[in-house]
């Protein structure tokens, strides 16, 4: 059985469905789950602003299997505070707050990198065949 993840079966669907490039698409997964994450931080605060990351260490240490690791949940709310700031970047662009995103937008963001990230790569082309055969064939 695999462990418990913030996203849905069918959110994991539609983030892969997007058919974006390895790098961009795993970006977009993490945000998702990051999103997801901070979402349900948040509820267990009950708190309308993006957490802080003793909150998120707290929530952390809730959680079954991470209470044995308070390293690790120290260093994951520290990812999962930086990732709330590139939804904060994210957000203001929609005028909504991070925590009201919805994966849409993010997918909506992952193609516009891919799209400026692919613009900017110098085409490849394979290269010319030699003018005349190598000596001896």
């Known amino acids: 059985m695999s462990a418990p993840t913030p996203l849905s079966t069918a959110e994991i669907e539609r983030l892969d469905a997007t058919l974006l490039p390895a790098f961009e698409r795993h970006h977009l997964r993490l945000l998702a789950h990051a999103l997801r994450t901070l979402q349900q931080v948040q509820r267990h605060i009950n708190s309308p602003y993006l957490p802080e990351p003793a909150a998120i260490t707290q929530w952390?240490?809730?959680?079954?299997?991470?209470?044995?690791?308070?390293?690790?949940?120290?260093?994951?709310?520290?990812?999962?505070?930086?990732?709330?700031?590139?939804?904060e970047a994210l957000a203001t662009q929609h005028?909504?707050?991070?925590?009201?995103?919805?994966?849409?937008?993010?997918?909506?963001?992952?193609?516009?990198?891919?799209?400026?990230?692919?613009?900017?790569?110098?085409?490849?082309?394979?290269p010319e065949p030699p003018a005349a055969p190598p000596a001896g064939r």
């Open 60 to 87: 952390l240490l809730e959680q079954p299997g991470l209470i044995q690791d308070p390293d690790f949940c120290e260093r994951l709310a520290l990812q999962l505070h930086g990732a709330g700031r590139q939804l």
């Open 95 to 126: 005028g909504v707050t991070p925590l009201e995103l919805e994966l849409e937008a993010l997918i909506n963001w992952a193609r516009d990198q891919a799209d400026r990230r692919l613009a900017t790569e110098a085409p490849t082309t394979p």
